[in-house]
């Protein structure tokens, strides 16, 4: 697929960054809560696999990959925790929060674990499924029936995630002692790791055909009735999500709570499809595009750098100018100020911090 085709992925995962930035809203109604939790961080690695697969990745040499993937993933893992953890001293020291040196050991132990401090438990579980991806697609190709290992695979990696997660939480005695603990955080990180591998295994399958679509050659007609079906369909799987989230409630990857397996796993796959057969309508949009292109920034900063803090500041500070409709503005005023608040980051670590992200300074 050519570079311009996959631009609906930054789309989509701009859609995607901006669903989790609402969710971490304190002010949102559970159902919103249970839809939005539904697909939000499943559709980040079913994109993921797509990636994988359109760029063949299972053909490259698992220790590279591993190796380029530490840099892109795992560095940033070490960095915003290290930034974290510089935050954390200072409300302590500044009596921001109310925060003591305990804390701040028991957040090394979650970093030194890869459970991740609050939303960079994602990185390192994208980074193991991915490497579990890629070995499995390696191990599946020379069994002759690829696609056949994969989706037992797949069937099997589901299985243990909701088996594992429920015996977790029915057995597993995580604040007995120190010990415990750390058992149990490797123990989440690997269920986490074997969820998106699942979703990773779901965007893998797809990408082959995903790519297929009216080419400019077949007459605006055809080109018309195609995103037209496009966007039928993805409001149709968009509206299962809502089925599916009433039945199956909140859920949670972090926490590997998964609830019924089956509709989690039906929810995650009809949301992440629905937003990108939208997306793949949009002609230009450069808010999603940056946004897309750049939700590693935007995943790591919108809580602990305090952006959705002070977005619910500036709300409430603007809702005494408005006379009508003050909950329509109040949530208008939080999403542009997080906005802006994130565009300013974005352009700050991007060109100052790069390092942050894995890459090289610019000279």
Not at 236 to 246: C, E, K, P, Q, Y
Request: net charge positive.
């Amino acid at each position: 697929m050519e570079k311009e085709r996959l631009r609906y992925l930054d789309y989509g995962k701009g859609v995607g960054i901006v669903l989790v930035v609402a969710g971490h809203s304190t002010f949102l109604p559970p159902a919103a809560m249970a839809y939005i939790s539904a697909f939000h961080m499943p559709l980040f690695f079913v994109i993921s696999g797509m990636l994988l697969g359109c760029r063949r990745e299972e053909e490259r040499p698992l220790r590279e990959t591993a190796r380029r993937k530490a840099r892109s993933i795992l560095i940033p893992y070490v960095m915003f925790t290290a930034a974290y953890l510089i935050i954390d001293i200072a409300d302590m020291y500044l009596k921001l929060e109310p925060l003591t040196w305990a804390d701040i050991a028991g957040s090394l132990v979650e970093f030194v674990t890869l459970y991740g401090m609050s939303v960079l438990w994602f990185l390192p579980a994208l980074y193991f499924g991915e490497l579990l991806y890629l070995g499995e697609r390696k191990l599946c190709r020379r069994s002759g029936h690829p696609n056949l290992a994969l989706a037992l695979a797949l069937l099997a990696a589901i299985v243990v995630s909701k088996a594992g997660s429920s015996a977790f939480h029915a057995y597993y005695p995580l604040d007995r002692n120190l010990f415990c603990r750390w058992m149990g955080y490797y123990i989440l990180v690997i269920l986490r790791s074997i969820c998106a591998f699942c979703y990773l295994c779901i965007g893998g399958f797809v990408c082959g055909f995903w790519s297929e679509r009216a080419d400019p050659e077949d007459g605006e007609k055809r080109r018309v009735l195609f995103r037209i079906a496009e966007t039928v369909w993805g409001v149709f799987l968009l509206a299962i999500v809502g089925a599916v989230s009433r039945f199956n409630g909140t859920v949670d990857i972090r926490s590997m709570t998964l609830n019924n397996p089956v509709l989690f796993y039906l929810g995650g796959t009809a949301g992440t499809f629905g937003v990108l057969l939208l997306c793949r309508n949009i002609r230009r949009c450069f808010l999603l595009r940056c946004l897309g292109e750049n939700s590693l920034i935007v995943m790591a900063t919108h809580l602990d750098f305090q952006v959705m803090y002070y977005a619910h500041r500036f709300g409430y500070g603007m809702k005494q100018f408005v006379k009508g409709g003050e909950m329509f503005f109040f949530y208008f005023h939080i999403t542009a100020a997080v906005l802006m608040a994130e565009l300013f980051l974005i352009y700050v670590i991007n060109r100052w911090f790069p390092f942050f992200l894995g890459k090289k300074p610019r000279r």
